[in-house]
T-cell receptor
């Protein structure tokens, strides 16, 4: 069975610094997708970034980037030049191709990020 | 313009009553999903659908039914609501290829 674990319950950083949030996963499959989502204080859940397991290059979107370490089953989210509005809960999620066409995701428990001005 | 919308946004129901939560998407995605989010449990999948006319059980389907009458619409039905079903419910849609899901704004349901 798939499992996604985020061990950091909460993180606080100063504005304009860089933060890394950790995520490790378990899967039986050799091909899978990894995702990060952001949940704002209003409750909105927003898709941020995806990593395909067969790609060696780390994905980057805006000031979000990933640190994908396949041998360690690890996918860290890096936010550079953090802003106050980055304060939110961040979820890691995984879909392995063994689940077929339903594209079911397995989510981690989330990490609360607080950006301090 | 929001691609996944949910109604109602807030709902108070009585124990034993019937509750229907509605979801509409304009992403033209085949797959749609219903989750609930509770403190300490994260997002848990209730039901999902591959397309119009199909519904499948997720990880916690007991006490819930789903209906997918069209590509755009997916409903979650609580025939006999219980206080344990008090939660925030999210609908999402996703495509076949990459599997990222796009979420609606959520519905806060309170069952008294």
């Amino acid at each position: 069975a798939q499992k996604v674990t985020q061990t950091q319950t909460s993180i606080s950083v100063m504005e304009k610094t860089t933060v890394t949030m950790d995520c490790v996963y378990e899967t039986q499959d050799s091909s899978y997708f990894l995702f990060w989502y952001k949940q704002t204080a209003s409750g909105e859940i927003v898709f941020l970034i995806r990593q395909d397991s067969y790609k060696k290059e780390n994905a980057t979107v805006g000031h979000y980037s990933l640190n994908f370490q396949k041998p360690k089953s690890s996918i860290g989210l890096i936010i550079t030049a953090t802003q106050i509005e980055d304060s939110a809960v961040y979820f890691c999620a995984m879909r392995d191709l063994a689940t077929g066409g339903n594209n079911k995701l397995t989510f981690g428990q989330g990490t609360v990020l607080s950006v301090i001005p | 313009e929001a691609a996944v919308t949910q109604s109602p946004r807030n709902k108070v129901a009585v124990t034993g009553g019937k509750v229907t939560l509605s979801c509409n998407q304009t992403n033209n995605h085949n797959n749609m999903y219903w989750y609930r989010q509770d403190t300490g449990h994260g997002l848990r999948l209730i039901h999902y659908s591959y397309g119009a006319g199909s519904t499948e059980k997720g990880d916690i389907p007991d006490g819930y039914k789903a209906s997918r009458p069209s590509q755009e619409n997916f409903s979650l039905i609580l025939e006999l609501a219980t206080p344990s079903q008090t939660s925030v419910y999210f609908c999402a849609s996703g495509d076949w290829v990459y599997a990222e899901q796009f979420f609606g704004p959520g519905t806060r349901l309170t069952v008294l």
